[in-house]
């Protein structure tokens, strides 16, 4: 299928496009677009990895502000600006060494889908968890990152339904709004989080407000009328309702059976264990949303069930009904990792599947030979 993708946003047509198209000419020709997206993928990691050695359980920033050294913070200011540059030349340098793969898009919103999680758990620690005074409770950044992978699976949901990615305005400026987050923090300081802005809110209410609204009010409904838009258009890939909200059952079920956990966990399991909670929550979503991906990529049709939905309700069963008892959180320990472990086989065997058939390599320019 023919890549296609529409950006409306001002900030990224007015502004950051222009950035890219400077940066993108320092950009050697004989680089493989594949390696910029995963070279941004891992200093996201790496990122992410280096936040959570200082702040393993989000208080670092509340309780004693100066844990978390200065430098990470401006590191993570540069992290990211460099993740948010590589994700929007990647596709430029493509079609500007002629290499536009399916696998490329795959690639691409593959690692982005998980990415988008790792985001949202890093800037967390700018924030740091309710401690009484100030901070955001464990429950606020379950359901934040939910809205936010909720986004995510919109705008995919949608080109599963129109054949054409509409960019979410939120990308743009969620990612402009994290780079100035860590940018003021590493130069004032965490108190900065801590001191009412305005009318006795803080900075964290203004920012979940308007993620809330944005998603709400501005992404959800964008996306419903460009798929009410191509029904009337008669351009919709699928005929039936049910085909079309195929893809959405999944998500949905993993969002209802994570929540059944948050809120009947014995051991309170969010609270004891946020960063692993939420790493598991964004890696399963991540997993079910690359199914759908390549899905909307090959015209074929989603299962109703994604496989992990079974051992997660299993697990869930045994947590909230006390079989676990006081080996909850090493069970969630396990279930992490085999779930982090099986997601990155997948991508291996997608991606190898895919360059074979394609005869083409992952993270080079240079064509296979055929056998």
């Given at each position: 299928?023919?890549?296609?993708?529409?950006?409306?946003?001002?900030?990224?047509?007015?502004?950051?496009q222009?950035?890219w198209?400077k940066?993108i000419?320092?950009?050697?020709?004989?680089?493989?677009?594949?390696?910029?997206t995963?070279?941004?993928?891992v200093?996201v990691?790496f990122?992410?990895?280096?936040?959570?050695?200082?702040?393993w359980?989000?208080t670092?920033?509340?309780?004693s502000?100066?844990?978390?050294?200065?430098w990470?913070?401006?590191?993570?200011a540069?992290?990211?600006?460099c993740?948010?540059a590589?994700?929007?030349?990647?596709?430029?340098?493509?079609r500007?060494?002629?290499s536009?793969?399916p696998?490329g898009?795959?690639f691409?919103?593959?690692l982005d889908?998980?990415?988008?999680?790792?985001?949202?758990?890093s800037?967390f620690?700018v924030?740091?968890?309710?401690?009484?005074k100030t901070?955001v409770s464990v429950?606020?950044?379950?359901?934040?990152?939910s809205?936010?992978?909720?986004?995510?699976?919109c705008?995919h949901w949608?080109?599963?339904?129109?054949?054409v990615?509409f960019?979410p305005?939120?990308y743009?400026?969620?990612q402009?709004?994290?780079?100035?987050?860590y940018?003021?923090?590493?130069?004032v300081g965490?108190?900065?989080w801590?001191?009412p802005l305005?009318?006795?809110?803080?900075?964290t209410?203004v920012?979940?407000?308007?993620?809330?609204?944005?998603?709400?009010f501005?992404?959800?409904?964008q996306?419903?009328?460009n798929?009410h838009?191509?029904?009337?258009k008669?351009?919709l890939k699928?005929?039936?309702?049910?085909?079309?909200?195929l893809?959405?059952?999944s998500p949905?079920?993993l969002?209802?059976?994570?929540?059944?956990?948050v809120?009947?966990?014995?051991?309170?399991?969010l609270a004891?264990?946020?960063?692993l909670?939420?790493?598991?929550?964004?890696?399963?979503?991540s997993?079910v949303i690359c199914k759908?991906?390549?899905?909307?990529m090959?015209s074929?049709?989603?299962?109703?069930?994604?496989w992990?939905?079974?051992?997660?309700?299993l697990?869930?069963?045994?947590a909230?009904?006390?079989?676990l008892?006081?080996?909850?959180e090493?069970?969630?320990?396990?279930?992490t990792a085999?779930?982090t472990?099986a997601h990155?086989?997948?991508?291996?065997?997608?991606?190898?599947?895919?360059?074979?058939?394609l005869?083409?390599?992952?993270?080079?320019?240079?064509?296979?030979?055929?056998?």
């Amino acid at each position: 299928s023919q890549y296609s993708a529409v950006d409306t946003n001002p900030l990224s047509v007015y502004i950051m496009q222009p950035i890219w198209n400077k940066i993108i000419k320092i950009v050697p020709l004989w680089i493989a677009p594949n390696l910029l997206t995963f070279s941004g993928f891992v200093m996201v990691l790496f990122n992410y990895f280096l936040i959570s050695f200082y702040d393993w359980d989000y208080t670092a920033s509340g309780t004693s502000p100066g844990l978390v050294p200065t430098w990470v913070w401006l590191f993570s200011a540069f992290t990211t600006f460099c993740a948010y540059a590589l994700d929007s030349i990647d596709g430029k340098h493509a079609r500007r060494t002629q290499s536009s793969t399916p696998l490329g898009e795959l690639f691409d919103h593959g690692l982005d889908s998980w990415a988008t999680s790792i985001f949202v758990l890093s800037f967390f620690s700018v924030c740091s968890r309710d401690n009484g005074k100030t901070g955001v409770s464990v429950y606020t950044m379950y359901i934040y990152l939910s809205i936010v992978l909720f986004n995510f699976m919109c705008s995919h949901w949608e080109k599963y339904n129109t054949g054409v990615l509409f960019l979410p305005w939120g990308y743009d400026i969620s990612q402009v709004v994290l780079i100035a987050a860590y940018l003021l923090t590493g130069t004032v300081g965490v108190e900065v989080w801590q001191k009412p802005l305005l009318f006795g809110y803080y900075i964290t209410d203004v920012l979940v407000i308007l993620l809330v609204g944005f998603s709400l009010f501005l992404s959800f409904p964008q996306t419903l009328y460009n798929i009410h838009r191509a029904h009337l258009k008669k351009t919709l890939k699928n005929d039936s309702l049910y085909e079309g909200l195929l893809p959405l059952v999944s998500p949905l079920l993993l969002f209802v059976l994570l929540t059944v956990w948050v809120v009947l966990s014995p051991s309170n399991i969010l609270a004891k264990q946020p960063r692993l909670f939420l790493w598991m929550v964004g890696v399963a979503f991540s997993n079910v949303i690359c199914k759908v991906i390549i899905c909307q990529m090959s015209s074929t049709r989603p299962e109703l069930f994604h496989w992990f939905l079974f051992p997660l309700a299993l697990m869930v069963y045994a947590a909230i009904s006390g079989l676990l008892g006081s080996m909850e959180e090493a069970a969630l320990g396990v279930f992490t990792a085999l779930l982090t472990a099986a997601h990155v086989h997948y991508g291996v065997c997608v991606g190898r599947q895919l360059s074979e058939h394609l005869n083409i390599y992952i993270f080079s320019l240079k064509k296979r030979v055929q056998e």
